[in-house]
């Protein structure tokens, strides 16, 4: 594609694409996570979680500066070789069909049990993922467009809801600070971070880009509006419910927003327009890890159009999503998946930074040179 109609993706584009791609089905569970992990510490494990993915996403903002016409698997392609690059997109692939599937059956545990108990969770399932799949045959131009979009509606009202809650707080609920033992920092750090791995969507976002040096600007800003609203959301209901009652709620956030009022009690209960604005949030998270799968592949296998893909995935991914046979189940498979996914997510594009300072591999201005000894 002719590079001029290829860089469209602009700086604001980026920060939207990152933050709702971060902010996603998780956010209903991530109190109770960061709970049961350190109890009234659950503010500062979280932001332990947020620091853990972040610097997975510094990471790629490293590559994309360093090779900015390279998406993530090419460029491991160049710096460890292509069949062990190819090896590693597949795992990608493989790892993204399978957070997609997880997600979109968490988003039907969610909705047949709050608001259509009699619907069969195969129908929420599949009518999520057929609205991602329609949406994944767009070009990476209409991708940044529809987070644009979305974005204002998943974070604004989020934020204010929770603020609204913290009215009903109770500050003791936040004491001690470091949380009462036993406190398993490192197993909730890795878990809080895990759920923020649709970011990784910016080790595609490279190419795209109008500047793609200024992708650590798009992780600090975009950091920043994701960062500020996990930690609301997990201050507030841990300040409004206490950590004994949170071990005893699925998703706390939902319950949060079914105690909170707005100023002149104009809505009794928040609880169905924050579940619209949440099913918007997950709608884009499943989008951008539908999107980095199909891209991942694409990439691999050196087609030139994704589009094709979308709906050739699909098969896979209801089966993938319909395999646990509970909720408990459910997020047992989530937890477990998530910790593998960030040696992928995390620890190779670390390796593949390493080496590519130490044998002095890089890109500048699309001219691709060897430069020893140099980063």
Not at 140 to 164: E, R, V, W
């Amino acid at each position: 594609m002719h590079k001029a109609v290829y860089r469209t993706i602009t700086v604001l584009e980026a920060v939207c694409i990152f933050a709702s791609s971060t902010i996603g089905v998780g956010v209903l569970a991530l109190p109770r996570i960061a709970v049961e992990a350190a109890d009234t510490g659950a503010p500062l494990i979280t932001v332990c979680g947020l620091g853990l993915a972040f610097f997975g996403a510094f990471i790629l903002t490293l590559l994309a500066r360093r090779f900015p016409n390279d998406t993530v698997v090419r460029v491991a392609e160049r710096v460890v070789g292509v069949w062990l690059g190819r090896v590693w997109g597949a795992a990608i692939a493989l790892f993204f069909i399978v957070l997609t599937a997880l997600g979109a059956r968490e988003f039907s545990a969610v909705v047949t049990t709050a608001v259509l108990p009699r619907t069969p969770i195969e129908v929420t399932t599949l009518v999520m993922l057929l609205l991602a799949a329609l949406s994944v045959r767009n070009n990476i131009t209409s991708f940044g467009y529809i987070h644009t979009f979305y974005q204002p509606s998943i974070h604004i009202p989020s934020f204010l809801i929770a603020i609204f809650a913290l009215k009903n707080a109770q500050p003791m609920n936040l004491l001690p600070l470091l949380g009462n033992e036993p406190v398993h920092w490192l197993a909730g750090t890795v878990t809080v971070s895990a759920l923020l791995q649709g970011g990784f969507i910016l080790g595609f976002l490279g190419p795209a880009m109008v500047e793609p040096r200024r992708m650590p600007q798009v992780l600090l800003y975009s950091g920043l509006v994701t960062g500020s609203l996990y930690l609301t959301m997990v201050i507030a209901s841990l300040a409004v419910f206490g950590s004994m009652e949170i071990h005893n709620l699925m998703w706390p956030t939902l319950e949060l927003a079914k105690t909170t009022l707005i100023p002149g009690e104009i809505l009794e209960r928040l609880d169905a327009a924050f579940l619209a604005i949440w099913v918007t949030a997950v709608f884009t998270t499943l989008y951008s890890t539908y999107f980095i799968a199909v891209l991942a592949i694409k990439d691999v296998l050196r087609f030139e159009d994704h589009s094709f893909l979308s709906f050739a995935l699909l098969p896979f991914i209801f089966m993938f999503a319909m395999l646990p046979p509970n909720v408990v189940q459910l997020y047992r498979v989530i937890e477990r998946v998530g910790w593998g996914g960030l040696s992928l997510t995390i620890g190779y594009p670390l390796i593949i930074l390493l080496l590519a300072w130490v044998r002095g591999v890089r890109e500048e201005r699309g001219i691709r040179e060897e430069v020893d000894g140099r980063m």
